[in-house]
């Protein structure tokens, strides 16, 4: 799993959503690209990687993490391995890539078989 430092750049709210069966469901959407941590303190990105995050309004984990999505935040998110962003997480400064890794990776070991 990677970490990667994020900068949200803009949201949309309360987009209606119809599922196969014509049920409709509000989501919220949040676009964050990628950032550098420059030497003299300050962030660099790029809206050219950008990536958007949809959450449903009613879903519990977003609801915890809906007061730190302001405009410009920073964040660590991973990617699944389709490239859409998995996990988000706000950013601080005692709070480094390696620890986002760490919180979210498998602890199982990967074994083989020769058999």
């Known amino acids: 799993m990677n970490g ?3 900068q949200l750049i803009d949201i ?3 987009k209606i959503i119809k599922d196969d069966k ?3 469901s ?3 959407s949040y676009t964050f690209t990628p950032v550098i941590k420059l030497e003299n303190g300050t962030f660099k990105g790029t809206k050219d990687l950008s990536k958007s995050k ?3 309004i009613t879903d519990e984990n977003y609801l915890k993490l ?3 999505l302001i405009d410009g935040n920073l964040f660590y998110v991973s990617l699944k391995w389709d490239g859409k962003i998995n996990i988000v997480e706000p950013y601080t400064e005692n709070y480094n890539e390696q ?4 919180k979210y990776s498998n602890n199982s070991s990967i074994t083989e078989s020769n058999s």
Do not use: M, Q, R
């Open 4 to 6: 990667f430092l994020v």
């Open 12 to 14: 949309a709210t309360g």
């Open 22 to 24: 014509g049920n409709e």
């Open 26 to 28: 509000k989501w919220d």
């Open 54 to 56: 949809w959450f449903k």
């Open 66 to 68: 809906k007061p730190y």
């Open 99 to 102: 620890d986002f890794i760490n």
